[in-house]
DNA sequence: CACGTGTTTGAACGGCGGGTCAAGCGCTGG
DNA sequence: CCAGCGCTTGACCCGCCGTTCAAACACGTG
């Protein structure tokens, strides 16, 4: 069945990094054990040593590669669409933990948190979040000058500046809701960012942009 | 020098707690050892156990001490000014990390992200941060409303949308900053808050609300 | 000054899990 | 068909650290 050729060594990385996500979204970063990620991608506990140096960096690669892939999930999906509004609104709707599909409420943010604090004393993984961060924001960027361009957004605002506010919004009402905190909605939060991208902006907020897609 | 009596057994809760809220924020949650513990409060690391069942319960423990000292700490001060404006801007300050004065940039809010990642799994440490962050909320929730009545503020909506919005947005720009990103200085964290606060709530922004107190 | 009770110690135990390694396996090229 | 080389295995080793425990200690009390 399987083909042990020099090729297919990078299909074992990625087979391998993408069992670590799973297993660090389900059970935590501090919880993750390496035969738990062999069990998972189906392998012997020795093979995930043989293709990583050690424990530590696979978590850290596999953490980025995570993110790295819901990155370009999103932002192929939002390039084809044609307004800067509808844009906008995808975007959140995706940031949204629970919003459009139910993960169990454990999804892309829960791996944010750990990257997070992982960051905050691994200088390589601090320095891979700053850049992760950076494409995140530069992404909303993107959004709001294209937004003004047409006409759509009103406000003459630093696109930096509304970014940021925008993006760090969305960060911290994502925290509150993959935390299941009960006060705090997918719909509650859906409908804070809209608000707060209205009134920063300039656009006027349509009954249509309250309801999920 | 010490005094074994019962009375005692209260303070060395508390000593414990508080090394190991030094450790947890110097070291991270996942790199604390009840040894490391022991060392900071200056006992012997079987004390440590005969004073908490576990070191998980310790830790969650301590996580929560912290948080609730953070509270305290600002609230009673904030309770002082007589301006709702005055209130809210001393509250960013505080929520500024290294604003007001260096902690080697790990402050309450690197013990705020472990509370999350925690949180994630253990049901009681959901709970704990349910009530913290509603407090922490409710906190500028009253602001708001104290704001409108004396009339600084001009907006009509709900208090609570709006502390929602400035909570969340300072949270997600603290991370940033607490992160150490190049990009978002405490300076421009500060800015950003303020610009939003002023209009959502409605009010004029003073060249003397830029500067730090 | 003994006795008891509530604290404190630090040595010892035990399990867990990361990392190593010698041995097999299966392909490919000669 | 054989040799060689990457890939894969799983048993083993070893250090680390949470937890236990018996012994010492300090103090108040009678």
Redesign the interface.
Known sequence: MSAPTPKHTKDRHQEILDAAARVITE?????TRISDIAEHAGVSPGLILYYFDSKDRLLAEALTFANDQFYLRTSREIRRLPSAKDQLRRLIDLSVPGYLQEFGR?DEW?LW??V??R???DAEM?KD??VL??RW?SQIVEIVRAGRQTGEFTSTEDPD?LA??L???????A??V???????TPE?MHR?CM??AA??LGFRLESSDLVAS
């Not at 059970?27 to 919880?31: D, Q």
């Open positions: 059970r935590g970063l501090a919880e454990l829960a948190i750990e997070w604090v960051a905050l004393r601090a979040r700053e961060d950076e924001r500046e940021l506010r993006a760090c919004l969305i960060d911290g009402l925290i509150q993959v935390m299941n905190d009960s006060k705090v509650r804070a608000q707060v009134n920063e």
